[in-house]
């Protein structure tokens, strides 16, 4: 008799392999085989084997979307595992259970059990189920809004999967790292790792994971506005879901086509959409998945105008985000019931919202510590809710508040590094008010300061002096956007004099206040497309230089004098590039024989021996620019970010250079720890980047970052001849102990008054970030020279 059920138990288990390499289209089949095994192992007395067999079917109910039924058979698992004393299984069933409540949104209770599961793993020697239980906790990590956390759990389970050969559990950790680079705004990225888990999850003939691979590309695309890709990769995993019965994936594709039809103004059908994800949310008991389908009808409502029922479910979304403890949906509802409220006029309300939304989010961005790139792309992609709440303070009437919110907003992760850097990380008492912290901050202004901040087509400008009132205006660009502006300023820039093409953005950005001006010396925090704006040279009378916040211009200009170094100069020029070629052999960069003019010139100016040629190999000129108060570089900048091409490092001249043996990057400047008081950038594009809420992201702030307390850059590549013009009159100026700022004004009088680079492209690129620095260099040439004539 047992030996024939032993035959019947060995077809199912046939059967049940079967049904797996099918990538879970039988699940309805393998839950009957499991129920009857089940049966037998009851029967039989294999009371380890009951205990597998119940996770099994617990495994398969969560495949399925029934959470609630999966739980109680985990619990039923480990209540066999802990009595038949099977750690590895008490370890599995930990694992299990943490998965099901992070699925029904009880991150917390998830989070316990994976702790429990990975201790487990480690104490039994489970690599594999090590692996998993890093991937749980990455997940309830990123749900709780630790994305730092997360991704450093992520490629430990990445790494193991690798070391035991387990493809699978590759493809789910690169689709795991996607979702939480999308959770930080960081898109091409996301698309990246969930490719990486497709091409995977195609290869091991997973359906159920090439439909969800799917649904997480096609929520990138539609992130970075491909709304018809977006489309065809979420009808793709709607399909699949159907295919194999996941009602849970099924209800994620339904709600992410109405994201799609939402950004394409089909609001009708997105409310469509996200009434079947809702209606499959609740049917399997998914509390977090709830909450997303109410945060997007809350959503549609309020883009339909229909805002009582708008509130109604972003009030619901709410609440079910505080009950996972999901800070992040918490600062989206929080937002987008601020927006509710402030278009029903309820301000008080609106701003409410909007604080508590910010304080999600800035708990979310402590969290990532160190880590500016992700805390760049996050606060970019979450910009929209400090623009609204610094808005809704001017419609209350309260200007040196919505400064204040505005200022919260700008260049916060450079903020961050900056307060390390000067060893000022103190956090404000909350004790502080907005005018305390706004009289603070006019504290440490060295000059007259217009803090601006976009919204539309208006400008809004608040004028800032030590021991003043703030002053507000505002501007509306007329005939077009800042971004249209800047677009028709560098297509015209090869005009004539001040008076073309420069003159509309004078009229925008310097107008409006100059009235109000008082001096010859300006300090501008620009925002959105401004930030490339060429503004040391919109006036001839008066001098400007840009900080990307008031912040960081107090951290700057606040650091001791023994901070920055005030003597040694390096000056870079011309390096070796013969080297570095295409595939073909053919040369990557020409040589610039002015920048080496250059750099000799300036070298015979300030008595310093420049590096040239082999010389000035990317080693090299890390080391000495940790303590040089001086950092002059002339040579090729990339067009994108303005990093610079030295020479390869000498340990790799027998080999084809990579790329990291030449190229200065941002990551490379940020590793430093500089003493610099001034760093000129006499590169093609120095001060270009991408434009985010940070400000210009480019090789500029990587040295401020690092600790220079001002940068001279180019926006655009400019003549060789003239570059050593403008420079020999910049030089002359600095070393009379004239300031950076007057130094660049005179140097840009020189060249406008010059018949041969008096054009706008010739002298207008500059632009000076940071303090007005000045230097002692000791008696010069130039002054010997003088001296000598007079006797």
């Given at each position: ?64 979307g ?44 998830a ?56 493809r ?9 790292l ?18 990486q ?7 091991v ?7 969800i ?33 996941d ?15 939402q ?7 997105a ?38 029922n708008?509130?109604s ?19 989206i509802a ?83 590094i ?74 015209e ?43 040391s ?33 390096l ?56 303590s ?67 400000g ?12 220079a ?83």
């Amino acid at each position: 008799m047992v030996d024939r059920k032993l035959d019947v138990l060995e077809r199912h288990m046939k059967e049940l392999s079967v049904a797996r390499k099918e990538g879970n289209r039988r699940e309805e089949e393998a839950i009957r085989n499991y129920t009857e095994a089940l049966s037998i192992f009851k029967e039989i007395g294999l009371r380890a084997e009951e205990g597998r067999a119940f996770g099994h079917l617990g495994n398969t109910h969560h495949s399925l979307g029934n959470f609630k039924q999966a739980i109680e058979y985990h619990n039923q698992n480990l209540s066999i595992a802990k009595e038949v004393g099977d750690r590895a299984g008490v370890g599995i069933a930990y694992c299990n259970l943490g998965s099901a409540y992070n699925s029904l949104g009880n991150f917390k209770q998830a989070l316990e059990y994976q702790q429990q599961s990975l201790g487990i793993a480690k104490e039994v020697g489970d690599r594999a189920g090590e692996g998993r239980a890093y991937c749980n906790l990455g997940n309830a990590y990123q749900s709780l809004g630790n994305f730092k956390q997360a991704i450093e759990y992520h490629h430990q389970d990445l790494s193991i999967a690798k070391e035991v050969g387990n493809r699978a559990g590759e493809g789910r950790a690169y689709g795991n790292l996607g979702a939480v680079y999308h959770s930080l705004g960081d898109f091409k990225q996301a698309i990246a790792y969930h490719n990486q888990d497709l091409s995977i999850a195609k290869e091991v003939g997973n359906r159920a994971g090439v439909g969800i691979a799917y649904g997480n590309i096609g929520s990138a695309y539609n992130s970075l506005g491909s709304f018809k890709q977006a489309l065809e990769y979420h009808q793709q995993s709607l399909r699949i879901a159907k295919e194999v019965g996941d009602r849970a994936g099924k209800g994620r594709a339904y709600g992410n086509l109405g994201n799609v039809y939402q950004s394409l103004g089909n609001f009708k059908q997105a409310i469509e959409y996200y009434n079947q994800d809702l209606s499959i949310a609740k049917e399997v008991g998914d509390r977090a998945g709830q909450g997303r389908a109410y945060g997007n009808l809350g959503y549609a409502y309020h883009k339909t105008g229909e805002l009582v029922n708008a509130l109604s479910f972003n009030e619901q979304f709410l609440r079910i985000c505080k009950e996972t403890g999901d800070p992040i949906g918490e600062g989206i509802a929080c937002y987008r019931l601020g927006l509710d409220h402030d278009i029903l006029g309820s301000l008080s309300k609106a701003l409410h919202y909007y604080r508590l939304s910010i304080s999600c989010y800035d708990e979310t961005i402590r969290d990532l510590q160190s880590e500016d790139a992700w805390k760049i792309s996050f606060r970019d992609t979450n910009q929209s809710v400090y623009a609204a709440l610094w808005r809704a303070l001017l419609k209350n009437g309260e200007v040196d508040e919505a400064l204040y919110a505005a200022e919260q907003g700008r260049a916060q992760a450079l903020t961050d590094i900056l307060k390390v850097r000067y060893h000022a990380d103190e956090e404000p008492s909350s004790a502080v008010t907005t005018k305390d912290t706004i009289s603070s901050l006019l504290e440490y202004l060295p000059s007259q300061t217009v803090f601006t901040a976009l919204d539309g087509n208006t400008i809004s400008f608040w004028m800032l002096r030590r021991g003043s009132e703030v002053t507000f205006k505002q501007k509306e660009i007329e005939n077009g956007s800042a971004d249209s502006l800047m677009r028709t300023t560098f297509k015209e820039q090869i005009g004539g004099g001040i008076c073309n093409c420069l003159k509309p953005l004078y009229d925008v950005l310097i107008g409006p206040i100059a009235d109000l001006l008082q001096g010859d010396d300006l300090i501008f925090v620009p925002d959105g497309s401004f930030c490339l704006a060429p503004f040391s040279a919109l006036s001839d009378t008066v001098r400007i230089r840009t900080v990307p916040s008031l912040t960081a211009l107090k951290l700057i200009t606040g650091a001791p004098d023994a901070f920055h170094s005030k003597s040694e100069v390096l000056l870079v020029g011309d390096p070796w590039l013969k080297e570095i070629t295409w595939d073909t052999g053919e040369l990557m960069y020409k040589q610039l024989p002015c920048a080496k003019k250059e750099v000799e010139m300036i070298g015979k100016l300030l008595q310093t021996e420049p590096l040239t040629g082999r010389n000035a190999a990317k080693a090299e000129v890390l080391k000495r620019t940790m303590s040089a108060a001086l950092i002059h570089i002339a040579a090729h900048g990339d067009a994108k970010f303005g990093e610079i091409v030295l020479a390869p490092n000498l340990e790799r001249r027998s080999q084809i250079p990579e790329e990291e043996d030449y190229m200065l990057t941002m990551s490379d400047v940020h590793a430093l720890h500089l003493q610099a008081r001034l760093v000129v950038l006499s590169c093609a594009h120095s001060g270009q980047g991408e434009v985010k809420s940070e400000g210009v992201v480019g090789i500029a702030r990587a040295f401020l970052c690092a600790g220079a307390r001002s940068v001279l850059v180019s926006l655009w590549a400019i003549d060789d001849e003239a570059t050593l013009l403008f420079m020999k009159h910049f030089y002359q100026h600095l070393a009379d102990r004239k300031s950076a700022s007057l130094a660049l004004h005179y140097a840009m009088k020189s060249a406008r008054e010059t018949k041969q680079y008096s054009a706008i492209k010739y002298w207008a690129p500059f632009v000076l970030i940071g303090d007005d620095v000045t230097f002692e260099f000791g008696q010069h040439e130039h002054e010997k020279n003088e001296t000598a004539s007079k006797k």
